[in-house]
C-alpha cells in the first residue's frame, strides 16, 4: 500500500541529506550513532547475545530511547479497567520508581475526574514528565494547561477511514486546525507532540506533508500510530526511515497488538529512527493493547544489556505489573517476559544441564538483574540426573553420581504416572540417603511403585 511512495522516498541520496540534517539539529546523537557502528563487530564477542545482524545503522536508536508509559492513559481504555484516584498516583509511583520518562495520562476533558486526577498526578512532583492525550482542539488543549502537565500528546484521525467515518474533516482543515493548536500550546512554555491517527491506512503523500508542516512549527515530537495493529516491521522500517528523512524532530510511536506485532513494530521503529515508544503495563489497552512494558523492556535488553540496566530499575518491574493486574482483574500471563510463571523455568534434561554449567546457554535474559530467580524442573519424566545431581547439592547431601543416576530413573517411571512435586522429589532424595546408612537404600527405590506412596511419607 505504501511502498511505490517509500520507494520514491527512500533513496540514499535523500536519506543522507536527512540524515546530514538531523545529525547537525542534534549533534551528540550523531556521535553515539558513529560509536555504535564502530562497536557492532564486537557483540560477536559476548557470548550470551546474537552474533546475527544488529541495529548499527546511524538512524539507531536502540542505544537511546524513552519510554512514553501510557498505562494512565491507554491502560484505561482496558475493557476491565477502573483506577480510582488512590490507584492512579499508586501506579504513577510505581511507575517513576522504575524510571520511566513520560507518563501520559488520560484527557482532562474526558470528565471530571479525569481532570482532577490530572492535577493529583501532577501535584505529585515525580521525576517522571507528565502528558495528557488531547485531541486536536483548542478547548481540550486549554483545560489540559490548566491541569499543570509538563506536556500534551495531540492527536487527530488522517486515515480515510476516520475522515469520512469519525471527524469528517479535510487535511486542509487538519493542518489549519494542528497549527493553531500547537501554537497555542508552546506559547504557554509546553513541550508538544502532535501525531496522526491510523497512520498506516493514511495516504502517504498527506501524512508526509502534515508532518512535515507540523515540524516547522517546531513540536518536540511527531507521532505516528497503527491505531488498529495492521503493520508489519517492515512496513515499520519504511515509514520512520521515510518519515526522518523528513522531519527534524523526535519520532513517537504507538503501536497496537491485534496482529501480535506490537513489540517487533517498535523495535523496528528504533532501528529506524524513532526515539519514543508508547507502552502501558502488561500490554493493557484498547482491544488487545499495545507493548507490554515488561516485553518492551525484555526486548531493549537484550539488544542493550548494559544501557537499559542503567537507566530502569529491571527489579521493580514485577510489582508493577502484580499492582496493575490485581486492579484490572488479570492474572500475570505465564509466558509474560521476564516475570511469568514459566519464564526462567528449565525442564528439558538437555536444556537442565546445560543451564546449570552456563546460564547463557539458554538465557538471553539474566533473571538476577529483575530480581527473579531461575528454576530448574526435576519431578517430570524429561528430567536429566544432571539437574537432579544439582539439587542433591543444594539439600548438602553425599550422593554420588551413581546414586543420582538411579534415583533419576525412578523419578522419571513414577513420573509417567503423574509428576512429582519438588516436596516428593526432596523427600526421596532424603530417604534414600539415610538408606545408605544401613545399605538399604536400594530397596527404598524398588518398594515405591507410584508417587502418592512419596507424598504420604512424613
Known amino acids: 500500500m505504501l511502498s511505490s511512495t517509500f520507494t520514491r522516498l527512500t533513496n540514499p541520496a535523500s536519506l543522507a541529506s536527512a540524515a546530514a540534517r538531523r545529525h547537525a539539529l542534534r549533534a551528540p546523537l550523531a556521535v553515539r550513532n558513529l560509536a555504535t557502528m564502530s562497536s557492532a563487530t564486537s557483540l560477536t564477542k559476548d557470548p550470551s547475545r546474537s552474533s546475527i545482524g544488529g541495529a548499527s545503522s546511524y538512524l539507531s536508536n536502540v542505544s537511546d530511547f524513552k519510554i512514553i508509559e501510557s498505562t494512565l492513559r491507554e491502560g484505561e481504555q482496558f475493557a476491565n479497567a477502573f483506577f480510582s484516584t488512590e490507584k492512579k498516583i499508586e501506579i504513577a509511583k510505581a511507575l517513576d520508581e522504575f524510571g520511566v520518562e513520560y ?3 488520560t484527557s482532562p476533558a474526558a470528565s471530571t475526574q479525569s481532570y482532577n486526577d490530572c492535577r493529583a498526578i501532577v501535584d505529585l512532583n515525580l521525576n517522571a514528565k507528565i502528558l495528557t492525550h488531547v485531541r486536536c482542539h483548542m478547548d481540550d488543549a486549554k483545560l489540559a494547561v490548566q491541569t499543570g502537565v509538563d506536556g500534551l500528546d495531540v492527536v487527530i484521525g488522517t486515515s480515510s477511514f476516520l475522515r469520512e467515518f469519525s471527524h469528517g474533516k479535510d487535511m486542509q482543515y487538519i493542518i489549519d486546525t494542528a497549527t493553531e493548536v500547537i501554537q497555542y500550546i508552546k506559547g504557554e512554555g509546553l513541550e508538544v507532540r502532535f501525531s496522526s491517527e491510523d497512520s498506516f491506512r493514511s495516504d502517504i503523500v498527506d501524512l508526509l506533508n502534515l508532518y512535515r508542516a507540523v515540524d516547522k512549527l517546531g513540536v518536540n515530537r511527531v507521532g505516528i500510530a497503527d491505531t488498529v495493529g495492521c503493520a508489519s516491521p517492515d512496513q515499520v522500517s519504511e515509514l520512520v526511515r521515510t518519515l526522518r528523512g523528513v522531519v527534524s524532530c ?79 482483574g488479570v492474572s500475570v500471563p505465564f509466558n509474560n517476559p521476564i516475570t511469568g510463571y514459566c519464564a526462567f523455568t528449565h525442564k528439558a534434561g538437555i536444556h537442565a544441564k546445560a543451564i546449570l554449567n552456563n546460564p547463557s546457554t539458554y538465557e538471553i535474559l539474566r533473571p538476577e538483574d529483575f530480581g527473579m530467580t531461575r528454576y530448574v524442573a526435576i519431578g517430570h519424566r524429561l528430567t536429566g540426573w544432571n539437574a537432579v545431581k544439582n539439587r542433591v547439592e543444594q539439600l548438602g547431601l553425599p550422593l554420588t553420581d551413581a546414586d543420582c543416576k538411579k534415583i533419576t530413573n525412578k523419578i522419571k517411571n513414577l513420573a509417567d504416572i503423574r509428576p512429582l512435586s519438588l516436596d516428593d522429589v526432596d523427600k526421596l532424595l532424603r530417604r534414600y540417603d539415610e538408606a545408605k546408612t544401613d545399605d538399604s537404600h536400594h530397596a527404598i527405590l524398588e518398594g515405591i511403585d507410584t508417587p502418592d506412596q512419596i507424598t504420604q511419607w512424613q
Open 103 to 105: 507518563l501520559e495520562l
Open 250 to 328: 523526535d519520532i513517537e510511536c504507538h503501536f497496537h497488538n491485534d496482529t501480535g506485532c506490537a513489540i517487533a513494530n517498535a523495535y523496528a521503529a528504533l532501528q529506524n529512527g524513532a526515539t519514543h515508544v508508547d507502552t502501558s503495563v502488561l500490554g493493557i489497552g484498547e482491544r488487545n493493547g499495545i507493548p507490554s512494558l515488561g516485553g518492551f523492556i525484555a526486548r531493549m535488553y537484550a539488544a542493550d544489556k548494559e544501557y537499559v540496566k542503567s537507566k530502569y530499575n529491571l527489579a521493580k518491574l514485577r510489582d508493577i505489573e502484580n499492582i496493575v493486574a490485581d486492579a484490572v
